[in-house]
Antibody, heavy 118, light 111 residues
Framework: QVQFVQSGAEVRKPGASVKVSCKASGYIFSRHALHWVRQAPGQGLEWMGWINVDSGNTKYSQKLQGRVTFTRDKSASTAYMEMSSLRSEDTAVYFC???????????WGQGTLVTVSS | QSVLTQPPSVSGAPGQRVTISCTGSSSNIGADYDVHWYQQLPGTAPKLLIYGHTNRPSGVPDRFSGSKSGTSASLAITGLQAEDEADYYCQSYDSSVSGWVFGGGTKLTVL
């Protein structure tokens, strides 16, 4: 079955960077784009952007453009989300999710908590 | 402020029917972009509940149904059960921001 395993929780100081991984299994990795979504504590879901796993092309939300980078390693069936210049407002659980045929996020990783604190 | 507007909370007794609305605009739902719904149980990742306005993934009970009209969509849950207590989110695409957008989420309480 389709599964995503994300890397463990991270703690960073303001201004630092963080890189979260998302390892996929159970399907052909390059056939589905991957989206990233985050959720601040007690808040709703925020779409961050997506990566075309086959080509490597990316699209970022206007809010995060310039601070976030999505990459992938097709040989390892793993996608990465890197965020720089971290602020306290970036404290959130970060999810990867596979997109389906009509834009639905059909399978999700378990989430990675990133805490930004001095 | 979310691009898609949902009520913060709804509630119902076991066995009852509840609906959750998702109000958008001409740049998202009204532009006929697909609407999807997710259920998020406490401390877990969201789970796809409805896709393409009305379709249920395999394994989702037919107690859950979706609809769309104009610039709004709705999720209906019939025969409420205690296990339905969760947060529910609608999602679509918005051409004005050129990206995916979520509603603010609705907390369902089963009384």
């Amino acid at each position: 079955q389709v599964q995503f395993v994300q890397s463990g929780a991270e703690v960073r100081k303001p201004g630092a960077s963080v890189k979260v991984s998302c390892k996929a299994s159970g399907y052909i990795f390059s056939r589905h784009a991957l989206h990233w979504v985050r959720q601040a504590p007690g808040q709703g879901l925020e779409w961050m952007g997506w990566i075309n796993v086959d080509s490597g092309n990316t699209k970022y939300s206007q809010k995060l453009q310039g601070r976030v980078t999505f990459t992938r390693d097709k040989s390892a069936s793993t996608a990465y989300m890197e965020m720089s210049s971290l602020r306290s407002e970036d404290t959130a659980v970060y999810f990867c999710a596979r997109v389906g045929g009509v834009g639905e996020l059909m399978d999700w990783g378990q989430g990675t908590l990133v805490t930004v604190s001095s | 402020q979310s691009v898609l507007t949902q009520p913060p909370s709804v509630s119902g007794a076991p066995g009852q029917r509840v609906t959750i609305s998702c109000t958008g605009s001409s740049s998202n739902i009204g532009a006929d972009y697909d609407v999807h719904w997710y259920q998020q149980l406490p401390g877990t990742a969201p789970k796809l509940l409805i896709y393409g306005h009305t379709n249920r993934p395999s394994g989702v009970p037919d107690r859950f149904s979706g609809s769309k009209s104009g610039t709004s969509a709705s999720l209906a849950i019939t025969g409420l059960q205690a296990e339905d207590e969760a947060d529910y989110y609608c999602q679509s695409y918005d051409s004005s921001v050129s990206g995916w957008v979520f509603g603010g989420g609705t907390k369902l309480t089963v009384l």
